[in-house]
Structures are given as C-alpha cells and as structure tokens.
C-alpha cells in the first residue's frame, strides 16, 4: 500500500494528491507509535467498542476474535513501514520518470499504466526492496512498545523479560532467532535484485 501511494504521489508531483500522500507520510514517520497506539484503543475500544482493548488469541482457538485482537496491533506497526515505503518510492520514482527509457516507452504507444509499472516502478524497486528487508528483518524482532500496550507474547517482550530476568540462554536463542531471520530476509533480497534488475543478475 505504501509503494502504490508513492508511485501516485510520483507521478502527479505538484498536485493536491501529492501533497496529501506526502503529509500523511510525513505524519506517519513522526506520529511515536506508542502514542497512536493508546489513542487508538481510547477510540476504538473503550469509546466505540468495536475492538479488543488487549490480548492474544490463537486462530485455530476462536479465529473471529483472534482478527479483532490483530486489526489494531498489526495496523500500527505497518504505519511507520508503510509511511517510508511511501516516501522511497516517490523519490524513486521521480528520479526514474525523468529517463529517457521512459519517453521511449510512451513514444511507442504503451498506456500509461503500463510504462508507470511496467517499466518505471520496476526501475526504481531497487532502494524499495532494500528497505523492505530492513524493515522486515527489524519486525522479526518483534516491536517491544506494541507488545507491552496490547499485552502480546512476542519476541520483543521475551526478549526484555529475559534480561531483566538475566536469562542468559534465552537472551542467546532469542538473538539467534532474530539474527537468522534477518539473514533469511537479506538473503531474499539479494535475490530479488537479479529478478527485479536483469542488469546486476548473477550468471
């Protein structure tokens, strides 16, 4: 969602939807999670009702209320990713829709639609993709200020008990877990690269 927003900001740049995307980007990156978080159970739980206020379930248990339970926590921890996937992909794409591969493309008479992504979105996923990985391998990690407002048994509240706790050995399976994941996720990346850009494909 993140990366679609930035493509329509990059593409109409100047305009009143530009404009928008950015604002809510940039509110996104500064809004401090916790905060959204508090203010978010205030208004959907304790005034509107609509959603747990707290909790985990599994969905093999109750999957109806194991949903509920994921909208708020899950929502607000891709806000920060979404509102920087939006911001990357702009700048990307406001650097890629100035080549001349571009005019090439809309000379030959391809829609718009297929030269924005088909041909200029593709060019600029590289930084996008690195970002992904980032941001993917810090979620395995877990999100420490989620877990402790929506009272979650993540990787990231574990993690801090264990080192109140000084449990060392689950201080060191945690950390490898983490660290194995954000390996896998650079791995993948990396792979992506050759898929995304036949230029940098290893042969």
Known sequence: FG???GVMAGIRRGKLL????TVIANLGMATPIFWLSILCVYIFSLKLGLLPVQGFTWLSENFSLAV???IMPVSIL???????FARQTRSAMLEVVRQDYI???RSKGLKERAVIFGHALRNALIPILTLMGMQLGYMIGGS??????FVIPGMGNMLITAILNKDYLLVQSAVFVIAAGVSLCNFAVDIAYGYIDPRIRIK
């Open 3 to 5: 990366v679609y927003l």
């Open 103 to 105: 005019r090439t493309a």
């Open 78 to 84: 891709a806000l920060v990713p979404m509102a920087q």
């Open 144 to 149: 420490v200020l989620i877990e402790q407002v």
């Open 18 to 21: 530009d404009s928008i995307i």
């Open 68 to 70: 509920k339970q994921m």
